[in-house]
């Protein structure tokens, strides 16, 4: 069953292009969803910060076509609020405010502060990931290994993972730490596909919500190769295309992250990261030691984890439905049943151990870990070190072990100029950093 965000599912197949997504170019004023107030408050505002721009660098700073752009322009300059200043290439202009024209920009920046790319309307945006949600492909055991094939893993997980990645449905990823959970997750992101389209920002109900977010989107070239698309000049510019996003967040979670938030100096509001994530995965690090309380997160989530939906307040009051179409994996290293109750439990169906490496498993991390940091391989040592120290302290083999001991052991070599070798002493200098420990048995 498709979740309802309020748009019907035959506006979906007009926006795809050889079955993907494709925001097309508006043509006129009214394709974009933007009344003729909303876009004359930016162009005031854009002219009156830049103090004079030529048409053409209007258009590309709000991501309209340059038409558009010309006809408001001109529009603009009839009623005396921006005017000429001089001619610029190509049948253009330089654009300036007059006095009447500062003063309008100053009544719209009392409204709503804003300087980027033009806002998408919300139906668009929903449209949007509901029809590249839709462009999921189930995957296949081949796939997950091709996938995983930079780190080292336990072949029965493959079993787990697999139907948890085709089922869209919540994860938790748990077992003791330094194991590779969160390096996991974002390997499984990688499977939902390369790349997505995003606005740079949404507007509804007169609000402006900013969802482009560098920290976590990776802007594209527009036009691949392999996606279909012939025509590179032909899109909205109001989109980026963005590698799918994978959304990280630790211990510094808070409720408010998870809300819309209003900007009360500009009246714009910024996203919340389930909307960031949308079309791609959103891991909760180390689950269960956020500031916010795992109860507090499942009366939250409950609803968007069963449903696919989210449901959000504007400033405004207004109430808004959107979609929760992410993988929401959740790491931790406890057990899930000592973090939540039964309903949450139900919600996130898939729950896999990352458990610790097997002594061969570790060799293998070792020696991945000393072809990427230039040591040479010495298979003996690495032996020596499992029975001598782990082992033989009872203590655990982690999937970290290998890349910290040998950042340890280049750091003791490069301090005293040797070259990057793996020998015992090193490796007993490095433990003894790492653990605090002395006690090895060599």
């Not at 893993?153 to 990645?165: H, N, S």
């Not at 990823?173 to 330094?178: A, D, F, R, S």
């Not at 230039?374 to 999937?399: C, D, H, N, T």
Request: aromatic share 10%; with cysteine.
């Amino acid at each position: 069953m498709q979740p309802d965000y309020g748009v019907s599912q035959s506006d979906i197949p007009a926006l795809l292009n050889d079955d993907h997504f494709w925001p097309d170019e508006p043509r006129t004023l009214d394709e974009t969803g933007l009344s003729p107030t909303f876009v004359e408050s930016i162009l005031c505002q854009i002219l009156m910060a830049a103090g004079a721009l030529t048409g053409r660098k209007v258009a590309e700073a709000i991501g309209l076509p340059f038409g558009i752009v010309d006809r408001a322009l001109a529009d603009l300059r009839s009623r005396q609020i921006a005017k000429h200043i001089s001619s610029a290439p190509l049948n253009d202009y330089c654009y300036g405010l007059t006095d009447a024209g500062n003063a309008r920009a100053l009544q719209h920046r009392n409204a709503f502060t804003y300087t980027g790319p033009a806002p998408v309307p919300l139906k668009e945006y929903l449209l949007s990931v509901e029809a590249q949600a839709n462009q999921f492909a189930a995957i296949e055991r081949a796939q997950l290994t091709e996938a995983l094939s930079h780190i080292t893993f336990e072949p029965a997980w493959l079993d787990f993972l697999g139907p948890a990645v085709n089922s869209n449905k919540g994860i938790f990823l748990y077992g003791p730490p330094g194991n590779g959970k969160s390096t996991l997750a974002r390997c499984l992101t990688i499977l939902r596909g390369e790349s997505i389209w995003v606005p740079y920002a949404i507007i509804d109900d007169g609000m402006i919500i900013k969802v482009f977010d560098a920290a976590y989107h990776k802007p594209l070239n527009a036009v691949s190769e392999d996606n279909g698309i012939v025509n590179s000049n032909n899109y909205d510019r109001r989109w980026v295309r963005i590698e799918r996003p994978t959304v990280v967040v630790g211990g510094e979670l808070t409720l408010d992250n998870l809300e819309m938030r209003h900007d009360a100096r500009s009246n714009t509001c910024e996203a919340p990261l389930q909307l960031k994530s949308n079309c791609g995965s959103l891991l909760v690090d180390d689950f269960g030691r956020q500031r916010v309380a795992p109860a507090e997160l499942l009366n939250r989530w409950i609803v968007p984890l069963e449903n696919r939906i989210d449901f959000l307040t504007l400033p405004t009051g207004k109430k808004i439905s959107v979609p929760f179409e992410q993988m929401v994996i959740f790491s931790t290293n406890l057990q899930p049943a000592d973090l939540v109750d039964e309903a949450f439990l139900r919600r996130v169906p898939f729950k896999i151990e990352i458990s610790d490496p097997t002594p061969q498993e570790f060799l293998e991390l070792f020696q991945r870990a000393c072809h990427g940091m230039g040591f040479p391989w010495r298979p003996e040592v690495v032996k020596q070190l499992i029975s001598g120290f782990f082992l033989a302290s009872k203590r655990p083999l982690r999937r970290c072990y290998a890349r910290d001991l040998l950042q340890q052991v280049q750091a003791y070599c490069v301090f005293r100029g040797e070259p990057l070798d793996l020998r015992v002493e090193y490796l007993q200098h490095a433990c003894r950093n790492y653990f605090g420990t002395l006690k090895m048995d060599y």
